[in-house]
């Protein structure tokens, strides 16, 4: 605002906030301005004085003013400043007869004046002579808080405040504060409970009277309390249900002693109307968070309604009903509701019409009268209500409706109007709309309803005629379809709290506590299922918008009645405040009050008044006058600001031009001033408001207040055109937002009544006629929405940054785009055609309503036509707002930023207009394209989102190479182009037509330079053709406009386009790559299935998903059309719940790489595939291992059969063949193991053990022969027992039953020793097994494939490393989809992988600990080809060495399999890094570095085994510690007799004492240490002292057992004779060289200390896997000597 050049802030205050007051109404009066020095934001007026806002904060009062005590004359003529309050800055200013309230910014509040009532809220003064602080506290919160107060109001003896929290407060004497309490005057403010709970907007108080604006409850989308079976405030049961043998009695005649207490007599009011008015059993459905229960049509003699259920009396005081024409005397209870909506019980009656509901009180208000209960019996009409039971169970009740919330709101017509769209009667319907609710609660609820509706639903019949009412359109969420018509003579006893706190609505709706306690009887009837009723209604409003002014507002009313200005249809008081009924659904923005009357002002710019009208103040004649009329104002005069005196009237009104007028109604006032009262009762006054004559010499009126006998209006003048600017857009909008409602109540309302509709309209249309009211609705409520924005904002602020179109612009072009998609859906479709025939019954022939509404210049139009123009005049404003902002942006530097924002706002609105114009036309054209299309065709390619682009019947397009005959027409739809062919004779029969998806079109044009035709080349998923264009602008035509077509319909905008605010630009082309859908039709492989995902010119490619129609489906990547890369593939099973599931590699189509199968039958393969076939190294799993025969086979696989090498567990029958595979049979040599210790190698042919083989027996019994069958010997052969004799002959039999043979029996020499037999025996074993390096073949042939290498060794190193880098990247792509997978470490080694080893030249010892180190980290990980390559060779070690395959005759086998690893993997690892030498050539010296060596080098040393390169060294450190479980437990199982030998003379010898141990041992007494250290304490070595001498070196030792490869563990022994030596050293204090005679007893006493349980499986395995270039250096000497060691204990003798 700063930057406008209009009003800044020095010059600006002349022009802005003039006040002018004046009395009456006639020729002569003229306006007198109260001059101050800045501009006035506010003014109230009182009895006789005001109070004034200006700018900065300050307050002024002028008037009389008895309690100002300093001032001579009581009547001020100069506003005088309020200088308590300088120090404030005031907000909102409030008057009331003779006190005033001011709230500051901060929420305090200020009150001064008379406060003999308590008015002011400070207790003991009676007068107040300056503002004074008022502190609102809320005792209920803990600690007690003081509440922010947002506005205040003051009537004659109270006053009301309005809490931040948008809570009421009042305070001071009378009714009027709806407190709970009798005792007056209430000095302190307190918390009005009744509207607890409820969102207030506004409050307003009369002289006795105050009446507030309140929120509607949200929709039940939003989070609710749980729903409470116990009253909110005594926490007593709200009903009681009894279950009798053939009924159920729901009471909820809860009367609860802290809620409202109220009274009524109105029960002997006369009813009007006559009996065959029959009441339909129809009923409003009032606010959208209730549930609606239709009734059945008719109960036999006594027609059903819907009552308020706080009139269903409680079953012990049910009068009798007597006679139905008697009106019953019965009582009424403030109950929370059951269901439905308490403030609606039925639809309003009409004129004249009274509705008397049967009430109670307890205990009688002052101004009270009271009605006597008539005679108690349980039920009125026990057999109406059994009737109504069974039609209960007859029909079954409504399932529970849960619908989103945009359609919530709609979803329930009244039966009336629903019966256009179901066949049959409606049913009782209890439809809950909370989350909560369930048929069972309906059924309970309407049972509950049923009982008491009985009573009062008798008389209606006999005197209401019900109105239709049912949610509409137009008219917002909640509101019921009231009629314009005044609603004369309703009277409502139902006085009570019409609608509970949330807590009770959500009650309300589903009662929780019955659930419990419900006849079984009942239960069975709510299980059957009932036909849905379609209605054809709006959907929702959803509260998206929930910062603009909400218009789904209630007011509700109380204090003193004797003027009828609660609007309740009576006189009475009222103690708590109670909804005003008959405005619910007015969507009133505020109210006023005067002293005796009410005003309240609504969306539409109509103000309805009540009360008092003796001096016309209401500005209508109607009768009665308690309840809500329109005041009389001529058409076009829209009313947006309303105040309200003592007793009159003042409007602020738009009328034909800009500047707004003012219209008075009430009492004329003379000018002179000494009037008596006589006359003043008989004075002249106002019939209806009349237009005061001096308005237009006033300015730009902001708004308007009224007070006393005295108008005051707040008045801008027009400085560059800003405020008339300001002005015109918020009359434009209040105008255009009259006009929709109008379309709404005139045309719409009207057609939706209609019967015949939706037959008329058909399913299709009427769906969509269903959704563009739904859209009309949104559209509606957005316009009021921002009307009420706009009339507030002329009112206070005038920053132009408030604008709702400025700041919500998406909002509004979002929406108006949806609505005109929705007119061009039922355009296309020829909906308004299938309207013309419903208008013409509505409206008649000329229908002339239609041709008003639609504003259509043009003379006899269609009807249709006419109707169409007038759904698309919305467009039209968005012209006029574009307009408008622009005006509003001149007025500011084009520099500013509020100018920029204007000014985009404006072409945002323009662009949009043209945009929806353009899709105007789009969907005529389209509309006339339909009309003449030829043939059957048109049903099936007419879609409501269909829009054409354009057509080839002009033969601007033809098909390349099509036949002589043929009738080739293409016809471009905005989501598919058509291709329609027919036959030359039969032009009009165009016999077939092929739908081509756009966003699977893919379109480029042919070069013309060689071919001279001008061709598109259109492919499609399936198909590819040649179009040809008749010349080179139509085939640019067609090109743009199918390109265009394309990427319209990938950007998922279909037809609506690229609105111009989304900023999309449009692309020349559309991607080649794209995400889309598509069904094949021919192609034989995908046949009807579904592929969803990328594609790349007409092919799947990228990631994408298959579904076949016969329930296969493919999830994973495609190439080219075919499926490759990674997939996921499922083929579902003739068996349920099981099918086959392959989770792996793809290529060309087909199954190959690395995958899983999950089959049906359980059976679970992993390894590779090739040409959906098993190939290479797999392992299959068969059953579980409880199943019925559980194997795993590990192996080679040669197009799906076991071929090459494998080992296969056979776990039902414990044996484990290890051989070769032909065929999946075993066929070739192989060894056999059983879990009974069996031993078999040999060969097999045809599955079967047959040919040469060796069996051998735990117990050593040897086989050496001919077998035939499994364990089955056949044939010559020896056998020989484990003392070494033999037999040698023939032999038949299965081993392990009886033999038969015939031979010779031999007995050897008796020289032979055990050792020699032995031996013999183990070199005869290994010779028929496969030997190590035939074995894994595959597995390593498939690590050179990955490395790009047909075969071992031939291939390119480059290759190999492009190879690795592709993986690594891919796999840490697949990876990264699902990050869960790894883990943090996991990411840097993969991350240090990607640097690969570089050198030049020969490796020296730097560049190969290098490799070393990269070496492990590859092998670290499954996602490097060498990481894949050990983890499977890990895995098939163990699937052979473990279980069954844990056998001691294994053990040469196993340590040969692992040195062909190291060899294989090492001649990989050569091929990585050529210049890594080869097995024991030594690495190349780094270049010697200037100065001398270290002079104490240890000479001892033999050269480091690091100079020489070995397999060993370089891979056993991260090959063997993932190998070393089984390969040990197969030394501990060979080594098991001797290590016990050893460990039974271990436990022995360490029974002694260290010195007698040391001298058992013999070693020298220069050796025995004579003080250890023990924690750090020196002690004397004692001939009792244990376990203590060279106890560092023995823990050394002792950590041979924790280390893995032979290297590490010869560092231990290292380390060992190191302590020795360092502990010898201390002891002799010199220098000394170790002989081996020395040495050796010392380290057979740390050995024996040391206590290594298997030391023998140790030993074997360092002396198996040692670096052979150690064997001679000092390791070897030192290994030596633990060898000879633990020899030498196996073989200690005790003397």
């Not at 010892?1405 to 983890?1431: Q, S």
Request: charged share 20%; hydrophobic share 35%.
């Amino acid at each position: 605002m700063e930057k406008q050049i209009s009003c800044g802030e020095e010059d600006g205050s002349g022009e802005r906030g003039l006040l002018h007051t004046w009395m009456g109404y006639s020729y002569s009066t003229t306006p007198e301005r109260i001059l101050l020095s800045r501009p006035v934001l506010q003014a109230a007026l009182g009895a006789r004085h005001g109070v004034l806002l200006v700018e900065g904060g300050q307050v002024y009062s002028f008037g009389e003013l008895p309690w100002k005590q300093n001032h001579t004359s009581s009547v001020v003529t100069e506003p005088v400043l309020e200088a308590v309050l300088s120090e404030q800055r005031v907000v909102f200013v409030a008057a009331g007869s003779v006190h005033s309230g001011v709230v500051t910014e901060d929420g305090g509040m200020h009150m001064w004046g008379e406060n003999t009532h308590g008015q002011c809220g400070l207790s003991g003064l009676s007068v107040i002579p300056n503002p004074t602080p008022v502190g609102v506290l809320d005792s209920e919160a803990m600690p007690p808080q003081t509440v922010k107060i947002l506005e205040v109001a003051c009537g004659d003896q109270h006053t009301l405040a309005l809490s931040a929290k948008h809570e009421v407060w009042a305070w001071g004497s009378g009714c009027q504060l709806g407190l709970n309490t009798s005792k007056f005057p209430v000095w302190k403010p307190q918390k009005v409970e009744h509207l607890a709970g409820r969102h207030v907007l506004q409050v307003a108080c009369g002289a006795a009277h105050s009446l507030a604006l309140v929120r509607c409850l949200p929709p039940p989308h939003e989070p609710r309390k749980p729903p409470q079976d116990k009253c909110g405030q005594c926490h007593q049961m709200l009903y009681t249900m009894t279950d009798r043998e053939d009924h159920v009695i729901i009471s909820d005649g809860h009367h609860c002693s802290v809620g409202v207490e109220l009274d009524s007599g109105e029960t002997t009011s006369a009813f009007e109307g006559s009996p065959d008015q029959s009441s339909r059993g129809k009923q409003g459905k009032s606010s959208p968070t209730e549930p609606v229960l239709s009734m059945p049509t008719q109960i036999p003699n006594s027609p059903t309604c819907i009552t308020n259920p706080e009139s269903t009396p409680p079953p012990e005081s049910k009068p009798a009903s007597e006679p139905q024409n008697k009106v019953p005397a019965s009582s009424q209870e403030p109950v929370e509701p059951t269901i439905e909506n308490p403030e609606e019980p039925e639809a309003p009656p009409t004129n004249g019409e009274f509705c008397v509901e049967a009430s109670e009180f307890s205990t009688p208000e002052p101004d009270s009268c009271r009605a006597t209960g008539g005679k108690s019996s349980p039920y009125p009409d026990e057999q109406a209500v059994k009737a109504y039971l069974k039609r209960l169970s007859d029909h079954a009740l409504a399932e529970h409706t849960t619908k989103t919330p945009s359609t919530l709101h709609s979803a329930q017509l009244s039966s009336d109007c629903a019966d256009c769209f179901t066949s049959d009667p409606l049913i009782p319907v209890a439809q809950s709309v909370t989350p909560m609710g369930s048929a069972l609660n309906n059924l309970v609820v309407s049972c509950a309803s049923a009982v008491g509706e009985r009573v009062v639903s008798t008389y209606e019949a006999l005197s209401l005629r019900k109105v239709i009412g049912y949610w509409v359109p137009g008219e917002r969420v909640e509101e019921r379809l009231r009629q314009e018509e005044p609603m004369q003579g309703k009277k409502s006893s139902s006085l009570g709290d019409i609608r509970e706190e949330e807590a009770e609505l959500s009650r309300r709706l589903s009662l929780p506590g019955l659930l419990s306690q419900v006849s079984p009887r009942l239960l069975r009837r709510t299980s059957r299922h009932r036909a849905r009723a379609v209605p054809l209604a709006p959907g929702g409003i959803p509260e998206a918008d929930a910062h603009l002014p909400p218009l789904q507002t209630e007011v509700w009313s109380w204090g003193r009645g004797q003027e009828g200005q609660l609007g309740h249809g009576d006189l009475l008081p009222r103690p708590q405040p109670v909804c005003v009924k008959s405005l619910n659904g007015k969507e009133v923005l505020r109210v006023a009050a005067g002293a005796y009357h009410s005003l309240a002002l609504t969306a539409q710019s109509q103000v309805f008044s009540w009360g008092c009208n003796t001096s016309g103040q209401l500005g209508h004649m109607e009768s009665p006058t308690t309840l809500p009329h329109l005041a009389k104002l001529s058409d076009g005069i829209r009313v947006w600001d309303i105040g309200a005196g003592q007793q009159h009237t003042l409007l602020l009104a738009d009328g034909d031009c800009i500047q707004p007028i003012l219209y008075y109604s009430g009492q004329q006032v003379k000018e002179v001033m000494e009037q008596t009262e006589e006359e003043e009762k008989t004075g002249e006054y106002t019939q209806q408001p009349v237009l005061l004559p001096f308005c237009m010499n006033l300015g730009y009126v902001s708004s308007v207040c009224a007070g006393g006998r005295t108008c005051a209006a707040l008045t801008d003048c027009n400085v560059m055109g800003f405020i008339a600017s300001l002005h015109e857009l918020a009359a434009a909008v209040r105008k255009y937002y009259c006009k929709l409602s109008n379309i709404n109540s005139l045309l719409l309302q009207p057609l939706l009544k209609l019967d015949s509709l939706s037959s008329t309209l058909g399913q299709s249309s009427a769906g969509l006629l269903q959704n563009l009211i739904g859209r009309f609705g949104r559209l509606s409520q957005l316009t009021g929405q921002n009307s009420a924005s706009l009339t507030s904002f002329l009112r206070r602020s005038r920053d132009i940054r408030g604008l709702v179109i400025l700041d919500d612009a998406h909002l509004f072009l979002d929406t108006y785009s949806e609505y005109c998609s929705a007119v061009g859906d039922l355009l296309v479709m020829g909906g308004f055609q299938a309207l013309v025939k419903p208008c013409h019954d509505v409206f008649g022939k000329g229908a002339e309503v239609v041709q008003k509404l639609s504003e259509c210049s043009e003379e006899d139009l269609p009807l249709a036509d006419v109707l169409a123009h007038l759904f698309y005049l919305p467009i039209k404003h968005l012209h006029e707002y574009g307009r408008l902002l622009l005006k509003l942006a001149t007025c500011y530097e084009v520099s500013s930023v509020d100018y920029q924002k204007l000014q985009d706002a404006c072409s945002k609105y323009e662009s949009m207009a043209l945009h929806l114009k353009r899709r105007r036309k789009e969907a005529e054209y389209t509309l006339h394209f339909w009309k003449s299309f030829p043939g059957k065709m048109t049903d099936s390619l007419r879609k409501p989102s269909r829009r054409l682009i354009c057509e080839s019947s002009n033969k601007a397009l033809t098909l390349q190479n099509a036949g002589r005959f043929s009738v080739n027409w293409f016809i471009l739809f905005n989501d598919a182009l058509v291709h329609a062919q027919g036959m030359v004779p039969y032009k009009s029969l165009f016999s077939t037509h092929h739908v081509f998806p756009l966003a699977t079109l893919w379109v480029e044009p042919i070069s013309e330079e060689n071919t001279g035709i001008y061709g598109l080349k259109v492919t499609s998923p399936e198909e590819s053709f040649t179009l040809l264009a008749s010349s080179p602008a139509e085939k640019a035509k067609w090109l743009r406009s199918i390109n265009q077509a394309v990427e319209q319909a990938l950007s998922g905008l279909g037809h609506d386009g690229i609105p111009p605010s989304t900023g999309v630009t449009q692309r020349a082309d559309p991607p080649i790559s794209r995400t889309a859908s598509y069904t094949f039709y021919k192609d034989s492989r995908l046949k009807e299935a579904i592929y969803e995902g990328r594609w790349v010119s007409g092919k799947p490619n990228g990631r994408g998903v298959v579904k076949w129609p016969d329930g296969r489906i493919y999830t994973g990547t495609f190439k080219n059309g075919l499926e490759d890369g990674y997939g996921d593939y499922v083929v579902p099973n003739k068996n349920p719940n099981s099918c086959d599931h392959y989770q792996g590699q793809w290529k060309d189509g087909k199954m190959h790489g690395f995958g899983t199968f999950r089959y049906a039958s359980g059976e679970i393969y992993e390894g590779s595939f090739q040409d959906n076939m098993r190939h290479g190294h797999g392992m299959l799993r068969s059953g579980k291992l409880n199943s019925t025969s559980p194997s795993v086979f590990i192996g080679q696989w040669q197009y799906d059969k076991k071929s090459g090498y494998g080992v296969f567990d056979d776990i039902t029958r414990g044996e484990k063949y290890m051989g070769m595979w032909l065929d999946d049979q075993r066929q070739g040599n192989a060894v056999v193991v059983t879990q009974f210790s069996l031993y078999y190698e040999g060969s097999f042919s045809n599955n079967k053990m047959m040919g040469n083989g060796v069996l051998l027996s735990e117990d050593d019994t040897t086989f050496e022969g001919e077998f035939s069958e499994d364990w089955t010997l056949n044939g010559k052969g020896v056998l020989t027992m484990p003392n070494g004799d033999y037999i040698e002959g023939s032999f038949s039999g299965v081993w392990g039953t009886g033999l038969k043979m015939s031979g010779t029996y031999y007995k050897p020499s008796l020289y032979d020793s055990d050792k020699e037999k032995a031996h013999a025996l183990y070199d005869k074993l290994g010779r028929l097994a496969v030997h190590s390096e035939e074995k894994w073949k595959a597995v390593f042939l498939e690590c050179w494939n990955r490395l790009g290498c047909d075969s071992p060794g031939q291939g390119q190193t480059t290759t190999a490393w492009d190879n690795i880098a592709v993986a690594l990247t891919a796999n840490r792509r697949q990876q990264r989809d699902s990050p869960e997978l790894l883990s943090r470490s996991h990411h840097k080694t993969l991350e240090s992988l990607e640097f690969i080893p570089q050198h030049v030249g020969p490796v020296t010892l730097e560049v190969y600990h290098t490799i070393r180190r990269y070496l492990v980290k590859a092998c670290d990980t499954p996602l490097h080809p060498l990481g894949r390559l050990v983890e499977t060779l890990v895995s098939v070690y163990r699937m052979t060495y473990v279980g069954v395959g844990a056998n001691r005759r294994l053990l040469p086998q196993a340590v040969n399999e692992i040195k062909s690893y190291l060899s294989r993997i090492f001649q990989l690892v050569r091929f990585l890094f050529p210049d890594l030498p080869e097995e024991g050539g030594s690495l190349a010296d780094p270049p010697k570095e200037k100065g001398g060596s270290d002079p104490a080098g240890k000479q001892l040393e033999s050269p480091k085994p690091g100079c020489v390169v070995s397999s060993s060294a370089l891979l056993l450190p991260v090959l063997l510690p993932r190998l070393y479980p089984p390969l040990f437990t197969l030394y501990a199982l060979e080594k098991e007799k001797e290590d016990d030998v050893y460990w039974e003379c271990v436990l022995r010898l360490n029974k002694q004492p260290d010195l007698a141990l040391l001298a058992f041992l013999g070693v020298q007494e220069k050796f025995w240490p004579v003080t250890v250290t023990v924690h750090g304490e020196k002690q004397q070595v004692l001939s009792s002292t244990k376990d203590t001498c060279f106890a560092s070196a023995v823990e050394t030792l002792q950590q041979i057992s924790t280390t893995f490869t032979p290297s590490d563990k010869l560092q231990v022994i290292q380390l060992t004779f190191e302590e020795i030596t360092q502990e010898v050293l201390a002891l002799l204090k010199q220098d000394f060289l170790w002989s081996m005679d020395d040495l050796f007893p010392v380290f057979l006493f740390v050995v024996l200390r040391a206590r290594i349980r298997n030391l023998g499986s140790e030993v074997s395995l360092i002396e198996d896997l040692m670096d052979p270039c150690v064997q001679h250096g000092e390791h070897g000497i030192m290994f030596t000597t633990l060898k000879a060691c633990y020899y030498q204990i196996q073989h200690e003798k005790i003397t």
